[in-house]
């Protein structure tokens, strides 16, 4: 089974970057969609943003859209999410996940469409 390890979290002042990176342990994450999820403490898991398998489609989710961009690099088997211009309401745990299904040409922006989660890396937007 592909396993997930998020990094680049951290703690950054409001209109910074961060670029998080999820890598895979096996070359079959080139085969999948990647989904960026993010919790904060006391919300629900919502979605921020996803990418096909060939990197031919992506979405996001309205908040972070125009703000961050996600990306892949299948050679290196990691996944990237460039975060700019980041906002107090952005603090969260920040999870990279696969989808269930392989080679699918739509992305979709559901938790429950997404399996191998990460532990997560934490972001935190203060001043």
């Known amino acids: 089974q592909v396993q997930l390890v998020e990094s680049g979290g951290g703690l950054v002042q409001p209109g910074d970057s961060l670029r998080l990176a999820c890598t895979a342990s096996?070359?079959?994450?080139?085969?999948?969609?990647i989904g960026w999820f993010r919790q904060a403490p006391g919300k629900e898991r919502e979605f921020v943003a996803a990418i096909s398998w060939s990197a031919g489609s992506t979405k996001y989710a309205d908040s972070v859209k125009s703000r961050f961009t996600i990306s892949r690099d299948n050679a290196q088997n990691t996944a990237y999410l460039q975060m700019n211009t980041l906002k107090p309401e952005d603090t969260a745990l920040y999870y990279c996940s696969l989808d269930h299904e392989m080679g699918r040409t739509i992305v979709v922006t559901t938790a429950a469409d997404y399996r191998s989660w990460g532990r997560g890396t934490q972001v935190t937007v203060s001043s």
């Open positions: 096996e070359r079959a994450f080139r085969s999948y969609a």
